[in-house]
């Protein structure tokens, strides 16, 4: 059974950094894109980054991260991560790793939505605030 679980989120000041994980078991971890959105409660799931494949290599991020936010792939340990910097309290929201549906890349035309993820993660908690 496929299953991610992330890590990592908890309460940072304005302008630092945090990083997420999301450790993955029950499939062959290189061979899925991996996305991550977040959510605030009332609001509809952004995504914030789609990260492809090893043998694709292509990432897309959401343009209100592009620049602060990076993913990469631990692959020997099967975890994804996402490296958070110049955070402000708009990023305090609810975070979560999402699998690729088998098969799939991450496409411009699609990755920011959640349709085409078939495995979730529970979500951390990442609060911005003095």
Sequence with gaps: QAQLVESGGGLVQPGGSLRLSCSTSGFTFDDYGIGWFRQ????ER???SCMSSSSVGINW???SVSGRFSVSRA???GTACLQMSSLNPQDTVIYCGARVTTGRACERSWWSSPDDYDTWAPGTQVTVSE
């Design 46 to 48: 952004e995504g914030v």
């Design 75 to 77: 692959s020997a340990k």
């Design 61 to 63: 991020y959401a343009g």
């Design 40 to 43: 605030v409660p009332g609001k």
